[in-house]
């Protein structure tokens, strides 16, 4: 799936420098038409400003403390006063599932941005250099995008240990190298472009032809690749979580949730659904996004 | 042509595969501690763990371990398993058989389901039928496999208690881990058939072919199908590749001793030697599955032969 996205990526950039669109006008244009078109992306978007918003306030929704233990009300099943019920200590299962959202959103986002800034500096700097520069960060990329991602995400946690930050830097290692590669490929189809070689006979700077003239143009592509990272972090961060390899307590995330809720899958299924269900709706609704941003950006899909 | 190509192919397989190596085998050298210290505890005295340390060849330089570790695999050696004091060759071997079954079961599933829900789809297109699968094939991307394995237990083995919660005593215990494992190459699958038949049904030869007097049914799986199938197919070579590597969830969820649980089970053993060669059979076998997707691309599609 990634593979036909990231070529699809790819295709929809292409056409965005044939039509010479990229400006940021055009592209805020395109942005509403998404909006106005494409309602299950828009309704996408309103879910995911939902669910951040719920995050954010998560102490102001709910009665409960994110740690409070209720021993009397062990196990309780879902009910007026515990929307999803309690856990195995009494906690409520809704709290800690908005508490939960803050680790998980921040994991999604964070991981995706670094890797996309860290993809798009390589990826710019191996296909406008070239070169021993270009062979060695693309055979490392290779090597990268050679592992299933789970694989090296599982090798890297288990290098570094658990944690928060091990994750972020674990999840970052791990997404960098297709950001890098879609990029590449850009570059090395601007640098032939007529502004970029403009920019090159009035003597601009290498450094800043990158930043100022490639860099830019790549941003739709690299939006793409944005959204479409964020719900693949969060689904990699829950499995190493599940399998209890990422996030450790006393922090909690939706992964994490599931991991301990597991032994009483079949006492107290709420305590694995309810932050599945969560997990299901994020990714779902950044993945409609994320394909609204690129049948926008792609003309040719709207046909079908 | 198309053996230079290949050759080229392998070639870079190779150098992948090296650097996959090389890269596993330095990040679980970076970890702090002995693992002489960690495997014989607290109590051990300094000289023993020193004479094991010698023993196991890890007191020397980090190159020279990497090339003699490099020169037993090469001849199926990959040492002991620091947890469970077997060779790993002989564990993975096992564990490997169950894997590939599972796998096996798997791309079945996500096969059949996926084709019948694309070319139906693609019939259909944008009614209800094709609304449906696509809404489920969506869905079936976007539900994590621990998810989609635990939600398969509890309703079909605890509820309804239709089939094993886990085990692999006989083969009903496989489908249940390969519904859940093949669910999302199913999703994958199904739109990648969809997109691909519903461009083939507006090429020009369709339409020469239903001038031609050929019933409908025959244009869609004779002419459509048969060239839609193309991207289809190395997609399905690249997943088989990505299941057989993937299982480590579904494993676990119901306990199958297959590679992806050996290596949950080296990570929280701080086996080295396991868990080095349990990802590196992994990729090993994505790599394979790619080259192999290449191959069956250049021979499939007359064009790209003829390109070389």
């Not at chain 1, 195995?88 to 890797?115: C, F, H, K, M, N």
């Amino acid at each position: 799936m990634l593979r036909t996205k990231r070529k699809r990526a790819e295709q929809a950039a292409d056409l965005l420098l044939q039509s010479q669109i990229g400006e940021e006008e055009r592209f805020r244009d395109l942005m509403r038409r998404m909006v106005r078109e494409n309602k299950t992306a828009a309704a996408s978007f309103v879910l995911i400003v939902l669910m951040v918003l719920a995050a954010a306030l998560g102490p102001l929704l709910t009665p409960y403390g994110e740690n409070e233990m209720d021993l009397l009300h062990r196990l309780a099943a879902p009910s007026a006063e515990h929307l999803l019920g309690t856990d195995e200590g009494g906690r409520d299962v809704l709290t800690r599932l908005l508490y939960g959202a803050r680790v998980s959103l921040l994991i999604g986002v964070a991981p995706a941005l670094l890797s996309l800034i860290l993809g798009a500096a390589l990826g710019v700097a191996a296909g406008y250099r070239g070169g021993l520069t270009d062979a060695v960060i693309m055979r490392v990329a290779d090597v990268t995008l050679a592992f299933p991602s789970m694989l090296l995400a599982m090798v890297i946690m288990y290098a570094l240990g658990g944690g928060i930050l091990n994750v972020f830097l674990t999840l970052t290692l791990v997404n960098w190298a297709n950001v890098a590669r879609v990029v590449r490929a850009q570059t090395l189809k601007l640098k032939n472009c007529e502004f970029v070689e403009a920019a090159r006979i009035i003597g601009v700077s290498r450094g800043r032809i990158m930043r100022r003239h490639i860099l830019p143009n790549c941003l739709p592509t690299l939006l793409v690749l944005f959204t479409l990272n964020i719900p693949a972090s969060i689904l990699t961060e829950s499995s190493l979580s599940f399998l209890g390899l990422g996030i450790q307590p006393p922090n909690a995330s939706w992964g994490l949730m599931i991991n301990t809720g597991r032994q009483y899958l079949y006492s107290a299924p709420w305590l694995c659904f309810a932050p599945g269900a969560a997990i299901m709706l994020i990714v779902l609704a950044f993945n409609f996004l994320g394909n609204g941003l690129l049948d926008v950006l792609d003309p040719r899909m709207k046909k079908q | 042509m198309v053996k230079r190509n290949l050759a080229r192919r392998l070639v870079q397989a190779l150098i992948v595969l090296t650097g996959v190596t090389l890269l596993i085998f330095v990040m679980l050298r970076i970890v702090p501690g002995n693992p002489v210290e960690t495997m014989m505890g607290e109590h051990a005295n300094a000289e023993t763990v020193a004479r094991m340390t010698a023993e196991m060849g890890l007191d020397q330089p980090l190159h020279v371990q990497f090339f003699r570790y490099i020169s037993s695999a090469v001849r199926g050696d990959f040492g002991t398993s620091y947890s469970m004091g077997k060779p790993v060759s002989r564990l993975i071997g096992g564990a490997f058989v169950n894997t590939l079954i599972l796998a096996l079961f798997a791309a079945l599933f996500a096969w059949v389901v996926g084709i019948a829900c694309g070319i139906f789809s693609a019939v259909r297109k944008n009614r209800l039928p094709d609304r449906l699968f696509m809404g489920f094939s969506l869905l079936g991307i976007s539900l994590p496999v621990f998810m989609a394995a635990m939600f398969l237990q509890y309703v079909f083995a605890f509820r309804l208690q239709w089939l094993p919660i886990s085990g692999t005593e006989s083969w009903t215990g496989f489908i249940l881990p390969a519904v859940a494992l093949g669910w999302n190459s199913a999703g994958q699958v199904a739109q990648m058939t969809r997109t691909t038949l519903l461009e083939t049904l507006q090429e020009d030869y369709i339409d020469t072919a239903r001038a031609k007097g050929r019933g409908p049914f025959g244009v869609l799986i004779r002419h459509a199908l048969r060239n839609a199938m193309l991207p289809v197919l190395t997609m399905m070579a690249i997943q088989f590749s990505g299941l057989l590597s993937g299982a480590v969830i579904t494993e676990t969820v119901f306990s199958i001793n297959g590679v992806g649980r050996l290596m949950v089970q080296a990570i929280s053993g701080r086996d080295i030697p396991l868990l080095q060669a349990t990802s590196l059979l992994a990729t090993t076998v994505v790599i394979l599955g790619s080259l192999l997707a290449d191959c069956l691309y250049s021979v499939l599609d007359p064009r790209i032969r003829k390109e070389g």
